[in-house]
């Protein structure tokens, strides 16, 4: 098998991985005179900031997830391949993928994270992770057949295990994930469900530091706190998970929680391909850069998004893992390729931080910008703002636009299909 990719005159630049990062700086240079090779596992781009409203049945995973051969179709120094990287070889300039090998003149890896559940084995058995679409599908198919389950059960705590929900994780994904879920039960499942006694129904956030939304700013964090208490879910901050079993979450000071269902967004690492050596690596599996996000020791491979470990001593945890960086730094790096083909010198890669968002539910959202942080209905609508724009497509824009609309109106999600791949039963 081979990738096919012609040989021609120009540079050949690899991409690995089409999210923020790989899709921004592939866009960027769509007049240049390099050849483009971009490979992704996926044939399509998730907006991954929306996950959360797949797994509660509020969106289609169509609606945020764009095909890239359609993005693309424009592009002529553009090559596509479908497959997964397993390997690079940085001395001979070598991808190998499962479909085959590609040389490079110059690599830009752009893999993003994944889940870490930091060697806690019982749980990355038990827990649902929410990186991919697939998973915020599977997440929706989880919830919706517990449900199922728990009309045809018999055992008064089975029920209550199977309604529970624990939360793992006190970021911006776990906490609108938790506001979505108390909604869904306020709003939605009595409705759906009436044999079912909602009120015995637990939503639990538990997070290992002392408050939700550690990122953002005091204010934020205390009101998204005040928002998910109202909306009655069970915040415990200051506790830590440290593992699963009978269908009981066990936490460090010895109390366990009852449920079926685990939500583990806790933590990312760097989702590299093998092959890379150690020395490049740093925290959470991150591959360490200069500041032109040029990989350390090398002078032909690149990292972007959350993938790359910018080393300066003014940040050093790196900068954040968020869309905003990853879309920056792709922008700025394609910039320098211009500039080194005109023999110019590169710009290093500075951080404009636009500011912070998450959305608790109805009415409900916290936003954090550089010298103003706000909270409320307005929050609410900056955050629905920002992120319709943010989407690809005037299509899919629109579709989510009318969804939103039409959950807002009628209090409901329309859609809760138990999705299975196959003829397969339940
Ligand atoms: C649930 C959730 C909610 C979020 N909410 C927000 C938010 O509200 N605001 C915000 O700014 N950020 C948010 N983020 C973070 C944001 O999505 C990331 O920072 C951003 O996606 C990083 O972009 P990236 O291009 O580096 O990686 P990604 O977007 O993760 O893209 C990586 C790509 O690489 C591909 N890939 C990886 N390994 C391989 C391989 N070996 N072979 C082939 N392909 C490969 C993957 O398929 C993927 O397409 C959220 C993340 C999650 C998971």
Not at 196 to 203: P, S, T
Not at 301 to 326: K, L, M, R, T, W
Not at 342 to 351: A, S, T
Not at 358 to 382: E, M, Y
């Amino acid at each position: 098998m081979a990738l096919n990719i012609p040989n021609t005159e120009s540079k050949r630049i690899v991409v690995i991985g089409a999210g923020f990062a790989g899709l921004k700086f592939v866009r960027a240079l769509r007049k240049s005179d390099y050849q483009l090779v971009l490979i992704d596992r996926n044939n399509f781009h998730q907006f991954q900031p929306l996950f959360y409203q797949v797994a509660t049945a509020g969106l289609e995973p169509s609606a945020i997830s764009f095909p890239l051969r359609k993005i693309f179709q424009q592009q002529s120094n553009l090559h596509i391949r479908l497959t997964e990287v397993l390997n690079v070889n940085v001395e001979e300039k070598l991808v190998h993928t499962a479909l085959g090998d590609v040389t490079y003149d110059y690599l830009v890896i752009a893999t993003g994270a994944t889940t870490n559940f930091f060697g806690i084995k019982p749980i990355a058995d038990a827990a649902l992770p929410m990186k991919t679409v697939g998973e915020a599908l599977r997440l929706r198919n989880t919830i919706l057949k517990n449900y199922e389950a728990a009309l045809t059960c018999d055992d008064p705590a089975e029920i209550e295990t199977l309604l529970n929900i624990v939360i793992v994780g006190g970021g911006p994904t776990g906490v609108e994930l938790a506001g979505a879920l108390a909604e869904m039960r306020s709003y939605v499942l009595p409705k759906d469900y009436p044999e079912l006694n909602f009120r015995q129904m637990k939503i639990y956030l538990v997070e290992a530091s002392s408050s939700l939304l550690g990122s953002m700013s005091a204010s934020s964090s205390r009101k998204a706190t005040h928002f998910l208490k109202h909306l009655g879910v069970n915040i415990l901050t200051g506790i830590q998970v440290t593992g699963f079993s009978n269908d009981q979450v066990h936490l460090h000071t010895g109390e366990n929680l009852k449920a079926h269902t685990v939500i583990w967004a806790a933590g990312i690492k760097g989702d590299l391909p093998e092959g890379l050596p150690q020395e490049i690596k740093g925290r959470s599996n991150r591959l360490i850069t200069d500041e032109y996000n040029k990989v350390k020791g090398s002078d032909s491979v690149y990292a972007i998004g959350d993938i790359a470990f910018v080393e300066q001593a003014s940040i050093p945890n790196g900068h954040p893992q968020v869309a905003q960086v990853a879309i920056q730094q792709a922008a700025n790096l394609a910039a320098n390729f211009k500039r080194i083909s005109n023999d110019q010198k590169m710009k290093p890669f500075k951080y404009f931080d636009k500011g912070s968002m998450a959305t608790i539910g109805r009415n409900k959202a916290v936003v954090d910008l550089p010298f103003w942080s706000f909270q409320g209905f307005f929050a609410w609508l900056v955050w629905m703002f920002v992120h319709l724009m943010s989407i690809v497509g005037v299509k899919n824009r629109m579709l989510i636009f009318i969804n939103w609309l039409w959950n807002y109106m009628t209090y409901d999600q329309s859609l809760r299909l138990i999705m299975k791949p196959g003829k397969g039963s339940a």
